[in-house]
């Protein structure tokens, strides 16, 4: 059973600090990582997907890649209340392209 | 470029009813999957449709059915409802192909079954 992990939260950071959201999953051959956000109440929006080690940048979102580790993150630079939301990653199969999803992290930022 | 839409936005119904929620993906777009999320639960994957085509399934029951027309609007259906499939569902189409495939999101149906 191949799984995604998170933390569920909530996770609390100061307004204008970092907020670092960790995601493990199982299947060593995963290739496709993606992070979703999602408001209370509405649907989840993309933020970034990544497929290399490394890092890639978005205006204040940076996501993190270490394949051999096993775990993939979020980082949100000078944070907002506006932020605040349900963090969710996804990873994508290699088989058959399905995503499996971690079950959130809940970010509160407080002002 | 219009986003994928749902209809209808929320419905009630009964247990023992039928319902059927549609999902119009983006233009262009080919590929329609489905979820149910609940609060406890999570989001969790219901079927994946491209060319009309199922692709891919999840673990429900044969309650939960689905199909995808030629002009790539999906459709799902859940008959005989149970209280436990009160629940958000989301639509979801994708760009791209394979690994590096992105999918975007509806608003979702809310579906309450009393």
């Known amino acids: 059973q191949k799984e995604v992990e998170q933390n569920s939260g909530p996770l609390s950071v100061p307004e204008g600090a970092i907020a670092s959201l960790n995601c493990t999953y199982s299947?060593?051959?995963?290739?496709?990582f993606f992070w979703y956000r999602q408001y209370s109440g509405k649907s989840p929006e993309l933020i970034m997907s990544?497929?290399s080690n490394g890092d890639k940048e978005d205006g204040r979102f940076t996501a993190q890649l270490n394949k051999a580790s096993q775990y993939v993150s979020l980082l949100i630079r000078d944070s907002q209340p506006s932020d605040s939301a349900t963090y969710l990653c996804a990873v994508k199969e290699d088989s058959n392209y399905q995503l499996i999803w971690g079950a959130g992290t809940k970010l509160i930022i407080k002002p | 470029k219009a986003g994928v839409t749902q209809t209808p936005r929320y419905l009630i119904k009964t247990r023992g009813q039928q319902v059927t929620l549609s999902c119009s993906p983006i233009?262009?777009?080919?590929?329609v999957s489905w979820y149910q999320q609940t609060p406890g639960q999570g989001l969790q994957f219901l079927f994946e449709y491209f060319s009309e085509t199922q692709r891919n399934k999840g673990n429900f029951p044969g309650r939960f059915s689905g199909r995808q027309f030629s002009n790539s609007r999906s459709e799902m259906n859940v008959s005989t409802l149970e209280l436990g499939d009160s629940a958000l569902y989301l639509c979801?189409?994708?760009?791209?192909?394979?690994?590096?495939?992105?999918?975007?999101f509806g608003p979702g149906t809310r579906l309450t079954v009393l």
């Open positions: 233009s262009g777009h080919r590929s």
């Open positions: 990544i497929y």
């Open positions: 979801a189409s994708t760009i791209g192909l394979g690994l590096r495939g992105e999918q975007f």
């Open positions: 299947d060593r051959g995963s290739q496709s």
